[in-house]
């Protein structure tokens, strides 16, 4: 029977990997198991570029029928060398397998044949051994055009004698993984990938011990993400190699990385800073960026649940990376502006968790809005979010063709599409921020617990209950489904002289788009302005009187605040007519 299973999982990925039709290759699930336990001993040897990896994982069924194949994925740079289960070994099937998930465009794909069949929910435990190197590889994105400059500040992960960096799944597949292919060229295909492995592993926990050789290493410059993660130095002979113990429980959204290098250390209340030598005076503009917002930060998100890390890149150009509240960033050009906001996002994720992508990224973008807000004003915040609104725009319509019947899929709780589940995410927050308060949105926060959100409404309900205002209708076009972006103009102004003096201005704002929202109409005349929110729900008009002390000469529908799929609409000039 095991040859039997052996053959037929040689078959079938002979079959995908010749382009038989899709119906064959669906005999080879590979998303059948979820990984729910990893425990995992990794060996750094950074003067070879080599990692050596033993452990174990665990694998529960998630399908409905009985499961004999399961399939195992690492970075093509890396070997399987082993794979037993109780302690016996288990036959199994190697090859490659494209997919821009990992770094290299490739990965190595054993798929392993069980001696039992795995029932529906059961578990499987399998002992594992592989190693290999992780050289700088650009594959995935000089074979799509990108140049290899460009390519290299976005795929810097490696293990190299004088600095080590590598980044989890969606960059380098350093431990197992499972996963269908995903195609930078293919439109959201990686980040949909990406996001289902995500959601998937949500609750899985990862235990590993890395231990970094002495040859390239000195002690304490192990840097790791974990949120638990002890550190210590080891004799080796007359060396010292650095091991790290970490516990990720559970996993969450953060994907597993570490980093190892020469560094230097500056060490603050809230923030650890890993930089490279001559990095100093940058290291210390951030500390000090970060030292001024953590008041701002508690204020709004409670108190920092682990300590900030920040860790320098060796390639000033490379593109920053976090995963929880780690950022690997290039300590190279002190700037206070740029610093204040990647702490801002920093100390956000480390102050406030939860496993929905639109809540812990969203927060952590409205953030950003709220430092410079208070570094610099109202109007540098409303700036900021309007930098994310052509990219917003672009992606709304580019899904306006499918938003009628995938409203709900196209969701911010649904979708993996990092534009929405920043930038779009970002001012859901800063509108709701406006409709009810500081005070109100800031209890919602305080209350919020990452173990009792079961249901896409927990996060909307705490913040009803801190409003007697009906927002169901904003989370219902905001949240719960994708229905665009309003377009709101003003359909006609009436301006006439009181017998007081004043002015009263009648207004009709239309909104055109598919959603609703409360944005400021401010009018315009001589001695300043007044302003009043209005609230205009999707494909309707609303009318609203405001009160001036001189002559009216413009009307202005939304500060900028609210995003808009049309901007040109906004303003209204007047011509005041008698009483």
Same mark, same amino acid.
């Given at each position: %029977?095991?040859k039997?299973?052996?053959?037929?999982?040689?078959?079938?990925?002979?079959?995908?990997l010749?382009?038989?039709?899709?119906?064959?290759?669906?005999?080879?699930?590979?998303?059948a198991?979820?990984?729910?336990?990893?425990?995992?001993?990794?060996r750094?040897?950074?003067e070879?570029?080599?990692?050596?990896?033993?452990?174990?994982?665990?694998?529960?069924?998630?399908? #409905?029928v009985?499961?004999?194949?399961?399939?195992?994925q690492?970075?093509?740079?890396?070997d399987?060398?082993?794979i $037993?289960?109780g302690g016996?070994?288990v036959?199994?099937?190697?090859?490659?397998?494209?997919?821009?998930?990992?770094?290299?465009?490739?990965?190595s794909?054993a798929?392993?044949?069980?001696?039992?069949?795995?029932?529906?929910h059961?578990?499987?435990?399998?002992?594992?051994g592989?190693?290999?190197?992780?050289?700088?590889?650009t594959?995935?994105?000089?074979?799509?055009? $990108?140049?290899?400059?460009a390519a290299?500040?976005?795929?810097?992960?490696?293990?190299?004698?004088?600095f080590?960096?590598?980044?989890?799944?969606?960059?380098?597949a350093?431990?197992?993984?499972?996963?269908?292919?995903?195609?930078?060229?293919?439109?959201?295909?990686?980040?949909?990938?990406?996001?289902?492995?995500?959601?998937?592993?949500?609750?899985?926990?990862?235990h590993f011990?890395?231990?970094?050789?002495p040859?390239?290493?000195?002690?304490?410059?192990?840097?790791v993400?974990?949120?638990?993660?002890?550190?210590?130095?080891?004799?080796?002979?007359?060396?010292?190699?650095?091991?790290a113990?970490?516990?990720?429980?559970?996993?969450?959204?953060?994907?597993?990385v570490f980093a190892?290098a020469?560094?230097?250390?500056?060490?603050?209340?809230d923030i650890?800073?890993?930089?490279?030598?001559?990095?100093?005076v940058?290291?210390a503009?951030?500390?000090?960026?970060?030292?001024?917002?953590v008041?701002?930060?508690?204020?709004?998100?409670?108190?920092?649940?682990?300590?900030a890390?920040?860790?320098?890149?060796?390639n000033?150009?490379?593109?920053?990376f976090?995963?929880?509240?780690l950022?690997?960033?290039?300590?190279?050009?002190?700037?206070?502006?740029?610093y204040?906001?990647?702490?801002a996002?920093q100390?956000?994720?480390?102050?406030?968790?939860?496993?929905?992508?639109w809540?812990?990224?969203?927060?952590?973008?409205?953030?950003?809005?709220?430092?410079?807000?208070?570094a610099k004003g109202?109007?540098?915040?409303?700036?900021?979010?309007g930098?994310?609104r052509?990219?917003?725009?672009a992606?709304?319509?580019s899904?306006?063709?499918?938003?009628?019947?995938?409203?709900a899929?196209?969701?911010?709780?649904? $979708?993996p599409?990092?534009i929405?589940?920043?930038?779009?995410?970002?001012?859901?927050?800063? %509108?709701?921020?406006?409709?009810?308060?500081? #005070?109100?949105?800031k209890?919602a926060? +305080?209350?919020?617990?990452p173990?009792?959100?079961?249901?896409?409404?927990?996060m909307?309900r705490?913040?009803?209950?801190?409003?007697?205002?009906?927002?169901?209708?904003?989370?219902?076009?905001?949240?719960?489904?994708?229905r665009?972006?309003?377009?709101?103009?003003?359909?006609s102004?009436?301006?006439?002289?009181?017998?007081t003096?004043?002015y009263?201005?009648t207004?009709?704002?239309?909104n055109?788009?598919?959603?609703?929202?409360?944005?400021?109409?401010?009018?315009?005349?001589a001695?300043g302005?007044?302003?009043?929110r209005?609230?205009v729900?999707?494909?309707?008009q609303? $009318?609203?009187?405001?009160?001036? +002390?001189?002559?009216?000469?413009?009307?202005?529908?939304?500060?900028?605040?609210v995003?808009?799929?049309?901007?040109?609409?906004?303003?209204?000039?007047?011509?005041?007519? +008698?009483?």
């Open positions: %029977m095991m039997f299973f052996t053959r037929l999982a040689t078959t079938l990925s002979l079959l995908c010749l382009g038989a039709p899709r119906a064959r290759c669906l005999a080879l699930d590979r998303e198991f979820i990984f729910t336990n990893y425990d995992l001993n990794v750094l040897e950074p070879q570029q080599r990692m050596g990896v033993r452990g174990k994982i665990t694998l529960w069924n998630d399908t #409905a009985p499961q004999k194949i399961a399939v195992l690492i970075s093509s740079s890396l399987w060398r082993s $037993t289960v016996k070994p036959q199994f099937v190697m090859q490659s397998y494209t997919t821009d998930i990992d770094h290299t465009g490739t990965l794909e798929i392993v044949t069980l001696p039992q069949e795995v029932a529906p059961a578990t499987v435990e399998l002992e594992i592989y190693e290999g190197v992780i050289p700088l590889d594959t995935r994105l000089t074979r799509i055009g $990108t140049p290899d400059d290299k500040s976005a795929d810097w992960d490696q293990i190299s004698p004088n080590s960096a590598v980044r989890g799944v969606g960059y380098v350093w431990y197992p993984i499972a996963t269908e292919s995903a195609n930078l060229s293919d439109g959201d295909s990686l980040f949909e990938v990406l996001s289902r492995w995500k959601q998937r592993e949500i609750g899985s926990q990862m011990k890395i231990s970094v050789s040859d390239g290493a000195q002690p304490g410059d192990l840097v993400n974990a949120p638990t993660c002890a550190t210590s130095s080891e004799a080796m002979g007359r060396a010292q190699q650095v091991v113990d970490c516990m990720f429980q559970p996993l969450g959204l953060r994907a597993p190892t020469p560094y230097l250390f500056l060490k603050t209340p650890d800073l890993h930089y490279l030598p001559g990095h100093e940058p290291a503009s951030y500390a000090e960026a970060a030292r001024k917002l008041p701002l930060i508690t204020g709004w998100f409670g108190r920092l649940r682990e300590k890390v920040t860790a320098d890149l060796a000033p150009d490379a593109a920053p976090e995963s929880g509240a950022l690997l960033t290039p300590l190279v050009r002190a700037n206070s502006e740029i204040g906001l990647a702490a996002h100390l956000t994720h480390a102050a406030f968790r939860s496993f929905r992508p809540i812990e990224e969203g927060l952590a973008h409205f953030a950003q809005a709220l430092y410079l807000e208070q109202r109007q540098a915040a409303l700036d900021y979010i930098s994310h052509a990219a917003l725009v992606t709304e319509r899904l306006g063709a499918t938003q009628s019947q995938d409203q899929n196209g969701s911010l709780i649904n $979708t599409d990092e929405s589940l920043q930038s779009k995410a970002m001012c859901v927050w800063w %509108m709701l921020r406006e409709m009810v308060g500081d #005070a109100a949105l209890k926060l +305080s209350l919020y617990r173990e009792q959100d079961k249901e896409p409404s927990y909307p705490l913040i009803q209950a801190q409003t007697p205002r009906d927002l169901e209708w904003f989370f219902d076009d905001w949240i719960y489904r994708d665009g972006l309003p377009d709101l103009k003003i359909a102004v009436f301006s006439r002289k009181a017998m003096g004043t009263v201005v207004i009709t704002v239309q055109l788009g598919g959603a609703g929202a409360e944005v400021p109409v401010i009018v315009n005349f001695g302005e007044v302003k009043k209005l609230e729900r999707a494909k309707s609303t $009318t609203t009187r405001i009160e001036t +002390s001189g002559a009216p000469e413009e009307i202005v529908v939304n500060d900028g605040s995003p808009e799929s049309d901007f040109t609409n906004n303003t209204f000039k007047v011509e005041t007519q +008698s009483p």
